[in-house]
T-cell receptor, first 112, second 119 residues
Framework: TQLLEQSPQFLSIQEGENLTVYCNSSSVFSSLQWYRQEPGEGPVLLVT???GGEVKKLKRLTFQFGDARKDSSLHITAAQPGDTGLYLC????????????WGAGTKLIIKP | NAGVMQNPRHLVRRRGQEARLRCSPMKGHSHVYWYRQLPEEGLKFMVY????????ESGMPKERFSAEFPKEGPSILRIQQVVRGDSAAYFCASSLRTWTGVVGTGELFFGEGSRLTVL
């Protein structure tokens, strides 16, 4: 069974700090997606990465897909309280285009 | 465009009762996925459906759970004879088509979830 491991599981930092969260696997994936989920809500797609080494930016969020397409990172610059939430990564299997493998998430709290 | 609509948002059932959760996908989406989420955990795939067809139900318990996506109307996840362990948030997602490796094709759009509490 392929596994996506997210780290850290929990992170609490002050507003204005930078942070990086990780999504790692020993398996190669065809693509990887990052979602953010706020309490009581469903996950919302932030970005999809498909090419090894790809970097995508979404305002203060920078997403990178590893060269070997086994891992990804999410870097947030100058974190704000509005960034608080559960960050989930999900990757699609090479041999099963429709089923996503999900990480357990990183719970991020940004304190004002 | 309206997003994915799920109802009810909250459902309380006693052990042994039935729970029915409904999901209307985004307009134009014909692919529906059901996920289950326990507190402080990630999402666990249950079932993938297209109109009138179950494509993959490998994540769904074989007993008491069933899902359908009829030609007309919402997708329904049905849990019979609920037990306390069924308490969870159940999320529905829809996509325009299956993932083809091209961004903008198979991304999932989630509803706000249905939270089932079994007393």
């Amino acid at each position: 069974t392929q596994l996506l491991e997210q780290s850290p599981q929990f992170l609490s930092i002050q507003e204005g700090e930078n942070l990086t969260v990780y999504c790692n696997s020993s398996s190669v994936f065809s693509s990887l997606q990052w979602y953010r989920q706020e309490p009581g809500e469903g996950p919302v797609l932030l970005v999809t990465v498909v090419t090894g080494g790809e970097v995508k930016k979404l305002k203060r969020l920078t997403f990178q897909f590893g060269d070997a397409r086994k891992d990804s990172s999410l870097h947030i610059t100058a974190a704000q309280p509005g960034d608080t939430g559960l960050y989930l990564c999900a990757a699609s299997q090479m041999d099963s285009n429709y089923q996503l493998i999900w990480g357990a998430g990183t719970k991020l709290i940004i304190k004002p | 465009n309206a997003g994915v609509m799920q109802n009810p948002r909250h459902l309380v059932r006693r052990r042994g009762q039935e729970a029915r959760l409904r999901c209307s996908p985004m307009k134009g989406h014909s692919h529906v996925y059901w996920y289950r989420q326990l507190p402080e955990e990630g999402l666990k795939f249950m079932v993938y459906l297209q109109k009138e067809n179950i494509i993959d139900e490998s994540g769904m318990p074989k007993e008491r759970f069933s899902a359908e996506f009829p030609k007309e109307g919402p997708s329904i996840l049905r849990i019979q004879q609920v037990v306390r362990g069924d308490s969870a948030a159940y999320f529905c997602a829809s996509s325009l088509r299956t993932w083809t490796g091209v961004v903008g094709t198979g991304e999932l759009f989630f509803g706000e979830g249905s939270r089932l509490t079994v007393l």
